[in-house]
């Protein structure tokens, strides 16, 4: 990932977890989850090819060092703070944490990790996807990691779907009425781990919605309610204002001017997209990229 660097702009990097091993053969395909080793030598390779700096630095506008680059992660898994957080403390790497704040204290799975869990256990799978004729069929890992794709593509685009709804419709058909969390890979943070991460100086919390859904699929009084919802339960914990943020999914549809203007009514200063690229100093605060580290 230091090929990504560059000496006239800074780097914003996407991680969302970081685990101890990889034990199943469907779930975390994506490598959502970095392996420990793998993330300590994403890191080493950058700190020897670039200069690490916060999010607190890029939305104060300070000066960009040569070949700068920030750590971020989505969602709060509490991998983040036990596994993760060492290994940035280790080579003094600043980091930033957006948290989904419903999430906090629970084993609660996003929708698309429920239906990973669906396809994890069992041994053939079938979906129908919303506007489609006939159904997706998948019976080997390799299947079903295609099948996987094809719903995050377009469950992500369909407005008019809750994908929590449709998550659940889709576990029901396969017989999963309940989930055995997975510790490395469903455990989220508590609300102590949150503040104890936003004590730490190397360290910064951020708002990342109450319930992960897409903020442009909201009405303009549920957008309301998540933002000020998830900001009011961090501030509370944290004892200090949340003036970061990080759109759900971040891709270019999940955000615009009513999303943007709302967190600024609630005091955000900067959140970042998950649209790939690299930023320069300047560059517009909510529109910033990100490069997802896989």
Known sequence: YSSC????????????????????AVRNYTRKHLLAD???????DLCAHGSPISMREIADGADVPRKAFAVTFDDGFENNFSVAAPLLEKRSVPATFYVTTGFV???????????EYAFERCRTVSVRLPGRSGDLSAATPEEKKAVLDRIRDEIKKCRDIDPYEFAQAVCRRHGIETFDPDPDL???LTWGQVAELARHPLFLVGGHSHTHRVLTALSPDEL??????SLHL???HVHAPVVHYSYPEGLDFCYSDEVIACLQKHGIRCSPTAMPGMNHRGDDLFHLKRIFVV
């Open 186 to 188: 469903d455990r989220k």
């Open 224 to 229: 309301e309610d998540e933002v000020a919802v």
């Open 105 to 115: 204290g629970t084993d609660q799975m996003s929708w698309i990790d429920m239906i």
């Open 38 to 44: 793998q993330f300590d030598e994403v890191l080493r």
């Open 5 to 24: 660097l560059a000496d006239d702009g800074f780097v914003i990097f996407l991680f969302h977890g970081v685990i101890r091993r990889q034990r199943h």
């Open 234 to 236: 961090l501030e509370e």
